[in-house]
């Protein structure tokens, strides 16, 4: 089985600071790891992937994560937020099952930049 | 090219009725999910189409229920509506069989948000 805890629900933070959105997993097997973004009424965007390779991962609008399996952790960052990244941000995990992959999502954390 | 288009929109129904919403994928793709999606529960995955079969279910009644077409456009179906199938619910299509992880470029649509009063 796999799970995944976004440890913030929320996550305020001023206009041009860093920020990051932890996220850890729970798997028994190799696991591919991902970052959606939602905006208000929309569905979800892939903002990036660990499938392999180099731990660090770079994404779009200026967004990278580090996958660290000693920690399970696959943190998001970004090292100077604009408001329009004001949305919910999810993690999820995959590996097979019944012949196919099935992320399996994060509570989500929201991110609400402020001027 | 066009996204991941899903119809209607927004739905309003009443307990006890019956839904079917629909999911057109990105042209070429061929695996279709389905998720489900509350403030309370987060997203929660319902079933995975590919080539007209099911191929995973999610640990929802069998009130859901869903199919895939030969042209990989996909439809879920809620019998017995109850208030707490209150939600949104998310498609999402992918380009290949899904039994890599490379193929995990999941496009998903804007939704249907169902609302059962």
């Known amino acids: 089985a796999q799970s995944v805890t976004q440890l913030d629900s929320q996550v305020p933070v001023f206009e041009e600071a860093p920020v990051e959105l932890r996220c850890n997993y729970s798997?028994?097997?190799?696991?591919?790891l991902f970052w959606y973004v939602q905006y208000p009424n929309q569905g979800l965007q892939l903002l990036l992937k660990y499938l392999s390779g180099s731990t660090l991962v770079k994404g779009i609008n200026g967004f990278e994560a580090e996958f660290n399996k000693s920690q399970t952790s696959f943190h998001l960052r970004k090292p100077s937020v604009h408001i329009s990244d004001t949305a919910e941000y999810f993690c999820a995990v995959t590996s097979l099952s019944g012949g196919s992959y099935i992320p399996t999502f994060g509570r989500g954390t929201s991110l609400i930049v402020h001027p | 090219k066009a996204g991941v288009t899903q119809t209607p929109r927004y739905l309003i129904k009443t307990r006890g009725q019956q839904v079917t919403l629909s999911c057109s994928p990105i042209s070429g793709h061929r695996s279709v999910s389905w998720y489900q999606q509350t403030p309370g529960q987060g997203l929660q995955f319902l079933f995975e189409y590919f080539s007209e079969t099911q191929r995973n279910k999610g640990n929802f009644p069998g009130r859901f229920s869903g199919r895939q077409f030969s042209n990989s456009r996909s439809e879920m179906n809620v019998s017995t509506l109850e208030l707490g199938d209150s939600a949104l619910y998310l498609c999402?299509?992918?380009?290949?069989?899904?039994?890599?992880?490379?193929?995990?470029?999941?496009?998903f649509g804007s939704g249907t948000r169902l609302t059962v009063v």
């Open positions: 999402a299509s992918s380009p290949g069989q899904g039994t890599n992880a490379r193929d995990l470029d999941y496009t």
């Open positions: 798997s028994s097997v190799s696991v591919y």
